[in-house]
């Protein structure tokens, strides 16, 4: 413990060394042009000032504690120990001096870090208390090296995919839209169960699209839905926007969304399908780019998002995880040619398409439906794109049990649909993994190397691809929740390892092999988030509104 606590001296002490003498040679100027009779002042400005000071005195403190640590422990030990030192030296230079990093300059300075650190994984018997867990130790370095090697690969697929031409790319890149040569009518499909946070503010930035021709349909499955309210409102207040609203509890699967959805298929008067979830906030040329990267073949067009409001903490850490954990994966399979995918967040598909799919039908049965229609057209022969457009989802406030249920849900869909997928996915909770890993190092200095220098990498990846590649706000003031999500993250993914129930809005469900669900049991509630249960026991409604007016079946 004793030389883990000195190497860590060391490391922070040299880092702040590196980095105070920084700042103070900055603020004193250009010295290589400085003429000869204008040395001596230059020293005195040098030596005067209280960053430049403050920093010999760290490297000061930094050489004595490599000499300590020295006298007793091994130097194939201390040298690759200390190595964490450029990563952290890194982290100052990015955080403190505001200066910009390159994306294979973070790599290749945590890849030197991790991989020297590698190297000393049979360490001395001296500095570890864990030789009885061996095994344990072996599986997991692997699975924190594969981490660290994870992030950088998603670095890599994030600079990759954001670097390709801005014009194509507006909402990512601030570039003009693509003219394209005949703008084609879309038709938007809204499905509601209850009014989200901020529904209306949600709901009319779709209105406001800057597109000539598109209509919206919104759909619920209960004529007492409270977001029944919301969307008269909306159609009030744009008289000029087609608006539709279809009633019906019809039912062709256990998945609530889609029954909605297949309602609502039949009051779309345009080829093009364009399904959005109703807590989806969007920029007015969101329509124009998303339509623009569609097929004329035919195909499927779909989206990354962030998220755009977060009250709590637990909501944070949810908005956390979607862009540090589930965009950096979407951009990996991206990279590796792995498209078979699709986010309910925005999906813009044809007619066409969809039934060659096999419509709403086939996918009713399934839990991840947006995933698995994105497998059908891809399975069909047809191209499957991730747009360069980004979303914002608006979240409600959560409890910590609303967002552990929530995520393990997911966790539980994913398992059952892609369950190699999800063993393999573990390797995204690097920061977990190298803790576990200097625990079973018998809390020894390279473990504790490991985890500061996977702990930084982590940090790293989510900065580059949340906050300065995806543009999320609530990342950048929240990043020191990064870590914990991942503590949570791994309680989740094993707690997803067992069980097959899971609740979606009031209703539980059992997930059978392949993804497909089964209603388990009726969880009766009051309130309208439980508007699919309640109508679903009032038999079918249909009832279809244009702006206030009947619209014809």
């Keep these: 413990m ?42 005195g400005r040098i030596a005067g000032n209280p960053n430049c000071l403050l920093g010999v005195a760290c490297l000061a403190l930094s050489f004595f504690s490599f000499l300590t640590v020295l006298s007793w422990a091994n130097l194939s030990f201390v040298v690759p120990a200390t190595a964490i030192v450029y990563a952290v030296t890194v982290l100052g230079a990015r955080f403190v001096l505001k200066e910009q ?12 870090c991790l991989g020297v650190a590698l190297v000393c994984l049979p360490d001395d018997p001296r500095f570890s208390h864990a030789l009885l867990l061996k095994p344990v130790r072996m599986i997991l370095g692997a699975l924190t090296a594969a981490s660290a090697c994870y992030y950088l690969v998603s670095i890599v697929a994030a600079e990759k995919f954001f670097g390709r031409r801005p014009d194509l790319y507006p909402m990512v890149n601030g570039g003009p839209a693509p003219v394209s040569a005949a703008r084609r009518g879309v038709s938007i499909l809204i499905p509601l169960c209850g009014a989200d946070s901020r529904a209306y ?14 209509e919206i349909v919104f759909g619920v499955p209960d004529p007492e839905d409270s977001a029944v309210a919301v969307v008269a409102r909306l159609q009030a207040d744009f008289p000029k926007i087609p608006i539709r609203l279809v009633i019906s509890a019809e039912e062709i699967g256990p998945n609530p969304k889609v029954n909605n959805l297949n309602n609502m298929l039949p009051q779309a008067g345009h080829e093009i399908l364009l399904m959005v979830d109703s807590d989806i ?22 989206c990354l998002y962030r998220a755009g409001e977060a009250p709590g903490t637990p909501s944070k850490l949810e908005a956390v995880g979607i862009s540090s954990e589930f965009a950096p994966g979407v951009l990996v399979a991206q990279m590796a040619g792995g498209r078979s995918f699709a986010f309910g967040a925005a999906i813009a598909v044809t007619k066409k398409t969809l039934e060659t799919a096999g419509g709403f039908k086939a996918i009713a ?9 994105g497998h059908l057209v891809q399975k069909a022969g047809l191209p499957v794109r991730l747009s ?82 995806l543009g999320d706000k609530i990342v950048r003031h929240n990043l020191l929740l990064v870590p914990l999500r991942d503590f949570l993250g791994l309680f989740i993914w094993s707690a997803a390892l067992v069980g097959r129930r899971v609740e979606w809005r009031g209703r539980v469900f059992q997930l059978e092999k392949g993804g497909r669900m089964k209603p388990y049991k009726e969880k009766r509630k009051t309130g309208g988030k439980d508007g699919s249960a309640r109508g679903a026991q009032q038999g079918v409604t249909l009832s279809s509104l244009n702006n206030g007016q009947a619209a014809p079946d």
Aim: with cysteine; glycine share 12%; hydrophobic share 45%.
């Design 388 to 469: 360069g457009c980004i979303v914002e989802t608006i979240l409600s406030r959560l409890t910590l049990g609303g967002f552990i249920r929530h995520q393990i849900k997911w966790a539980r869909g994913i398992r059952a649909c892609a369950p190699w997928g999800h063993a393999g996915s573990v390797i995204i909770y690097g920061t977990a993994l190298s803790f576990l890993y200097f625990i079973a190092s018998g809390f020894s200095g390279i473990g504790l190397s490991i985890f500061a220098g996977v702990g930084a990498l982590r940090l790293g990846a989510a900065w580059i691809i949340g906050v300065r590649r």
């Design 2 to 43: 004793l030389t883990a606590l000195m190497v860590l001296m060391v490391v922070l002490s040299n880092s702040a060394g590196d980095v105070l003498l920084t700042r103070g040679m900055k603020q004193t100027g250009d010295v290589s042009a400085v003429k000869r009779r204008r040395i001596p002042a230059t020293i």
């Design 281 to 302: 906030r969007v920029e007015p040329g969101f329509l124009r780019a998303i339509s623009d990267e569609l097929p004329p073949e035919g195909g499927l067009v779909t």
């Design 365 to 373: 049965p399934y839990l991840a439906d947006d995933y698995m229609l």
């Design 201 to 214: 503010d949600n709901y009319a930035s779709v209105c406001r699209q800057d597109y000539p021709e598109f």
């Design 101 to 112: 990093i390159d994306p294979m300059r973070w790599a290749g300075t945590f890849l030197v």
